[in-house]
């Protein structure tokens, strides 16, 4: 890594994405906090465009580029939260976007994509496969390739949504977000650590994707790793910027077992009536089953998305429906 990320980075990320993110609520949960023994405090990103955090951190990218780069459009290799983020941050900028899909791609986020203005562009169910479509994308196009977790302007992106709620809820005794590639960990170390120096961060992650804490471990970053998670954010290895960052200052990493994020998601959908996705969870879920002792402490939360599909679910109720005829 030749440049390092500060709190300045995140700064101008602020102000670039002003005139197009939302400002996300911060909700609380009397279930959660009595389910915990502390104060929790979620910021809501599953209410953010496109229905996660990945919007801040395109934006900030697309922002930052200079005219010729955005003449040219970008491009990136996604099949969910990443692709639906860097197709609208594109639209509101006016540019083509490339978004580079596995042929598997779940079809409510291809067409969201679309919706978005995103040109999609199939690539095989592989991780070589869309490496090799996405460098031939780029090349026959001349466009910019907005990383989803490892640019610094990402991360300096995603750093924005712990801003905003240390700005709205001030002291902070312990702040958890959830870590796949480590661009919404990172961010969020780096502007927690300016805002408030004395505040414990922590990672969570689910065990059965757990590279990041093995990465942070050994010294050593993890790359060959088959992840066996229902949160499907979560499953990327940690990039080479969000390794640094995360190595020089992060607290802890805390694991949780998959019935314990689909238990937690049920909670949060249940009692405090959030629609969040199985990423989300995972930094729910260490409060909810005693992973950290948050006992008389003011606790902040990144929810990072709520796009879950609801497919299966409706497909069921019709079934239901038709069933007793």
Same mark, same amino acid.
């Given at each position: ?8 980075? $995140? ?6 994405? *002003? ?9 609380? +949960? ?5 389910? +915990?023994?502390? %104060? ?18 395109? %934006? ?19 099949? #969910?939260?990443? !692709? ?38 199939? +690539? ?10 996405? *460098?031939?994308? #780029?090349?026959?196009?001349?466009? %910019? ?15 924005? *949504? ?12 312990? &702040?958890? !977000? ?13 502007? !927690? ?5 004395? $505040? ?15 990465? &942070?471990?050994? #010294? /050593? ?24 960052? &995360? ?20 909670? $949060? ?14 930094? $729910?879920?260490?409060? &909810? ?9 003011? /606790? ?14 409706? !497909? ?10």
């Amino acid at each position: 890594m030749t440049e390092r990320l500060v709190w300045q980075d $995140v700064e101008k990320a602020r102000s670039r994405i *002003a005139p197009f993110a939302r400002r996300t609520p911060v909700e609380t +949960c009397r279930t959660v906090d009595e389910a +915990c023994g502390g %104060t929790v405090f979620l910021k809501c990103e599953n209410f953010q465009r496109t229905g996660s955090f990945k919007f801040r951190g395109a %934006t900030n990218t697309i922002a930052s580029l200079s005219p010729s780069e955005r003449a040219r459009g970008v491009y990136a290799p996604s099949s #969910g939260n990443h !692709a639906q983020a860097v197709a609208l941050a594109a639209k509101l900028h006016g540019i083509p976007a490339y978004l580079v899909m596995p042929e598997d791609s779940n079809p409510t986020k291809v067409v969201a994509t679309r919706g978005y203005g995103g040109r999609v562009v199939f +690539c095989p169910a592989t991780h070589e496969g869309r490496l090799e479509m996405a *460098a031939r994308v #780029g090349e026959e196009t001349g466009a %910019t390739l907005v990383h989803s977790h490892d640019d610094l302007r990402v991360i300096a992106g995603q750093g924005t *949504a712990a801003w905003e709620l240390i700005d709205e809820i001030g002291e902070l005794d312990l &702040l958890l !977000a959830p870590v796949g590639g480590g661009g919404l960990l990172s961010g969020t170390l780096v502007a !927690a650590r300016h805002l408030l120096p004395h $505040v414990t961060v922590m990672g969570c992650e689910p065990e059965g994707a757990d590279d990041a804490a093995r990465s &942070l471990r050994t #010294g /050593v970053r993890v790359m060959d790793f088959v992840p066996r998670t229902i949160a499907d954010g979560l499953r990327t290895p940690l990039g080479e910027n969000g390794f640094e960052i &995360l190595r020089r200052d992060l607290d802890d990493i805390v694991l949780v077992s998959e019935k314990e994020i689909v238990n937690a998601m049920r909670f $949060v959908w249940e009692r405090a009536k959030l629609i969040i996705e199985p990423s989300s969870a995972v930094a $729910v879920a260490p409060l &909810l089953f005693g992973k950290v002792d948050v006992r008389g402490k003011r /606790v902040g939360v990144i929810l990072s998305g709520g796009n879950v599909d609801f497919g299966p679910y409706f !497909a069921a109720l019709e079934e239901q429906v038709h069933g007793s005829r």
